[in-house]
């Protein structure tokens, strides 16, 4: 491998990007160096720019755009942030008013393309973007959303994906048993995610006791949210396909049950990892149950699967008995057809030797 031409020290760096019509460049700045980048295209500029400057200006309470909800909090709370990201409380803030949350279309109209990238910007960059000034419902609705989008994991992280779906079945048959089970599930999201998944559920929960005006209603607001709340990073499109439904189902139930599945913030000492040797009795018997929940609800999809073939080789086969039963039935027609035929023929023979009998004069 070739050494590198150089090293930049991009903690500190400010970043400006060039017009599009300049074509899809970047710079990086400090008060003695200017360096520039060229990309072939624009979505490539912005994965540069989201990814660079996650560490330029991480250290200084930015970067949010593309880190992980647990190192945002972490940088964050060495500038006095909370316990979820400031972006995901400033951007709720502002729109948990009754004048915000009856706003036609909430979640699903898209805002002001130049303010989100704008508000964006000052953010990552590690200002106090003033949302009251520079937006309106849609627009910090759609920030909202894009921050979401440019996780690199889920909120619940993508490990727990397989867990997360195979609660469906459970809660659909006793939601009591379901939801129990649930709740394990989401004290295993990590402390960070966890307290983001409160805020948002519980947010969302309120924005749809306003469907009558804003006309986001808890499917709606599931089927805009899930793809970002759980998530399968295997890349797997017929699987995202195969379960868009179940990821669905599931945010609307964490929305439902909000107060029942999160009751409390978690502080990050809580949060322990998980140690096999000194687990709790309880907590491996919950562990166990979910996993052996999940291998039924699997076991459970295959026997389906095998029903539905079952169904349908029946139903073939009962279609050629029917096939089998109209050819037998047409034969016997045909058979009848040629005697019918046979016996004209014999009459037709009959008729004409008597014509002929009667005609000849030595008769």
């Not at 491998?1 to 060039?18: F, T």
């Not at 627009?139 to 619940?156: A, E, M, N």
Request: charged share 30%.
């Amino acid at each position: 491998m070739n050494p590198p031409l150089g090293v930049i020290d991009l903690p500190g760096k400010k970043i400006e990007q060039s017009p599009d019509s300049e074509g899809f460049k970047f710079e990086l700045t400090d008060k003695e160096n200017s360096y520039s980048f060229s990309c072939d295209t624009k979505t490539e500029r912005e994965n540069w720019v989201d990814a660079i400057s996650c560490i330029s200006y991480g250290p200084f309470g930015g970067g949010m755009f593309g880190s992980s909800i647990e190192v945002t909090v972490k940088r964050e709370k060495l500038h006095g942030g909370g316990n979820i990201p400031k972006i995901i409380s400033q951007c709720i803030g502002y729109l948990d008013n009754p004048f915000r949350l009856k706003e036609s279309g909430i979640f699903r109209l898209p805002g002001n393309e130049k303010t989100v990238k704008l508000l964006k910007k000052e953010f990552q960059e590690g200002l106090e973007p003033n949302l009251e000034a520079k937006g309106d419902t849609h627009t910090i609705g759609s920030l909202l959303k894009l921050y979401l989008r440019k996780l690199p994991d889920s909120v619940i992280p993508s490990s727990l994906y397989e867990d997360f779906v195979a609660i469906i079945l459970t809660y659909e048959l006793n939601q009591t048993e379901g939801l129990n089970e649930l709740r394990y599930l989401t004290n295993r999201i990590p402390c960070s995610a966890y307290n983001t998944l409160k805020k948002l559920c519980e947010f969302l929960f309120k924005v749809q006791t306003f469907s009558d005006e804003n006309k986001m209603d808890l499917n709606n607001l599931a089927i805009v949210f899930s793809p970002t709340v759980l998530k399968n990073n295997s890349g797997n499109i017929d699987l995202e396909m195969r379960d868009m439904q179940k990821l669905k189902r599931v945010t609307e139930i964490m929305i439902l049950n909000h107060a029942d599945l999160f009751p409390n913030e978690k502080e990050e000492e809580e949060q322990e990892d998980f140690d096999l040797d000194n687990i709790d009795p309880e907590e491996l018997k919950n562990l166990y149950t979910v996993k052996m929940i999940k291998y039924q609800v699997q076991a459970r999809e295959i026997q389906l699967k095998n029903k539905e073939i079952g169904d349908l080789q029946a139903q073939i086969a009962q279609l050629l008995n029917t096939v089998t039963q109209h050819e037998r039935t047409i034969a016997s027609q045909q058979n009848k057809i040629d005697c019918l035929e046979t016996d004209v023929k014999r009459l037709e023979d009959q008729g004409t030797k008597t014509i002929q009998n009667n005609t000849d004069p030595s008769g």
